[in-house]
């Protein structure tokens, strides 16, 4: 699958034009159009007056987020690139949602979310429940500035954590047209440590072999798209384990798939997705289920 169009959705504070800048590397696999999108929630224009929906504050943000996509879009043309704007009032994920169906967006780039963690538990976040219902894949970007990393070039060494599910072998597939971007692909898979337990020297190593042999065939479709890769396997913490192997193997971003668990079984129970995406401090790729 190829990126042509990407859906950059942004609050301002949270994901800037120094991000989206980043992104245009994905000119090299097809990358021409960007659609710029913010969303006005309404709960903003009430609380920023305590005395319920006012219209002039939603022309206020409405102009404030107009400027802002008028010099986006200037920079944009100059390189190139066809430009389309979204500035709309309602709720976050259904009207990202409708704007990447309408638009036949490729990608939909969102910033990391800012909650608490009694918001997030009752509440969810914008990224979980838009992971949860969109059947595009998202891209979890930080800004630039809130990490020591620079990840200028996002593509340019993916760590994909890899679990088999019929998602995360999709991600394979997605990445494989990045091969003009990406210059080393690492393939990784966290062994848990429960899987383990009560197992002798022998079967450990039966396990490790396994999971390496099955890591190399995913290597190797890689290396057959042009994309050199590489197998790890690591043993742990899921979460942790994907976070550290990103750190060990200087990764630009970590790919995985995305989970198909029930929105509220999620909220409680957790899911690695969702860790990574809420927590990690590289842009994290996330590719949904295949539409059954």
């Known amino acids: ?3 042509e169009k990407i859906l950059f959705v942004t609050k301002f504070e949270q994901l800037g034009f120094d991000a989206l800048l980043s992104l245009l ?3 090299k696999a097809s990358l021409g159009h960007v659609v710029l999108m913010n969303v006005i929630e309404r709960e903003r224009v009430a609380m920023r007056r305590g005395t319920g929906y006012r219209k002039s504050e939603e022309r206020r943000l409405r102009e404030v987020a107009n400027i802002r996509f008028i010099d986006w879009a200037e920079n944009l043309f100059e390189q190139g690139m066809e430009v389309g704007v979204y500035i709309v ?3 976050m994920v259904p009207e990202v949602i409708t704007a990447a169906g309408k638009e036949q967006a490729d990608l939909i780039v969102i910033g990391r979310p800012h909650q608490g963690i009694l918001e997030q538990l009752y509440a969810g976040s914008d990224v979980t429940e838009l992971l949860q219902r969109s059947s595009t894949p998202v891209l979890v970007y930080k800004q630039l500035s809130e990490s020591a990393i620079a990840f200028e070039k996002p593509f340019e060494r993916p760590l994909l954590a890899i679990d088999w599910s019929p998602a995360s072998l999709l991600a394979v597939d997605y990445l494989k047209e990045m091969k003009d ?3 080393q692909i690492h393939v990784v898979h966290v062994v848990s440590e ?8 022998m079967d450990i190593q039966k396990t490790r072999k396994e999971t390496r042999r099955k890591l190399d065939e995913i290597c190797t479709a890689f290396e057959s798209a042009e994309i050199q890769a590489e197998p790890h396997v690591y043993v742990g913490e899921t979460a942790v384990e994907i976070e550290k192997a990103a ?3 200087q ?3 970590i790919a995985l798939g995305s989970s198909a668990k029930a929105a509220w079984l999620e909220r409680w129970m957790g899911s690695t997705p969702r860790e ?3 927590k990690s401090v590289y842009p994290t790729l996330l590719i949904p289920p295949p539409k059954a």
Request: charged share 30%; hydrophobic share 40%.
């Open 181 to 183: 971007l990406c210059q």
């Open 194 to 201: 429960k899987e383990l337990k009560g197992t002798n020297a």
């Open 247 to 249: 750190r060990e193997c």
């Open 25 to 27: 590397s994905l000119r």
């Open 1 to 3: 699958m190829k990126i």
């Open 251 to 253: 990764a630009t971003m």
């Open 276 to 278: 990574i995406a809420e």
């Open 89 to 91: 009032v309602g709720s």
